[in-house]
């Protein structure tokens, strides 16, 4: 997605998406050089939802499984990444740190749910930072 022709692209990648098909429900969230975004909501059971947000944690848009919701913690985590991207004050390395602390960082690996590694996107700079925790 670039910012000239920002809708056209987008447009192409929602495309796409509302063809193929999901055996599971996914969040994806895309964001080109400028900054701009896009959201989609993915599921088996229904078409895409495509919101211009910058964030996805393991909910869609709204909550349809409390117990879920509540274990993972997604509503806390969404809006602290959202606080995270509006503040000006944060750097990279600051927005990395963050995602190692709750409630960003989880280690539920026995209920089926925890953090990996962190991703971090640059999109100006065209350029992504991944980060393992125990390598941090």
């Known amino acids: 997605m670039r910012w000239i022709g920002q809708r056209i692209e987008q447009e192409d990648a929602r ?24 959201t989609a909501y993915l599921s088996p059971d229904r ?3 495509f919101r211009e947000f910058p964030a996805a944690t393991n909910h869609q848009g709204i909550v349809e499984w409390p117990e879920q919701a509540r ?9 602290a990444i959202v606080r995270l991207l509006e503040d000006p004050s944060v750097d ?9 602390r709750t409630p960003l960082f989880s280690t539920s690996y026995a209920h089926g749910f925890g ?13 992504a930072r991944f980060v393992w925790p125990a390598m941090a």
């Open 15 to 38: 495309a796409a998406l509302v063809r193929l098909p999901y055996s599971l429900s996914h969040n994806l969230t895309m964001v080109d050089a400028s900054g701009a975004t896009l």
């Open 47 to 49: 078409e895409p939802i």
């Open 71 to 79: 274990a993972t913690r997604t509503i806390e985590r969404e809006q």
């Open 92 to 100: 990279i390395q600051g927005f990395v740190d963050s995602f190692l």
């Open 115 to 127: 953090t990996l590694y962190i991703a971090a996107y640059e999109p100006r700079e065209r350029r």
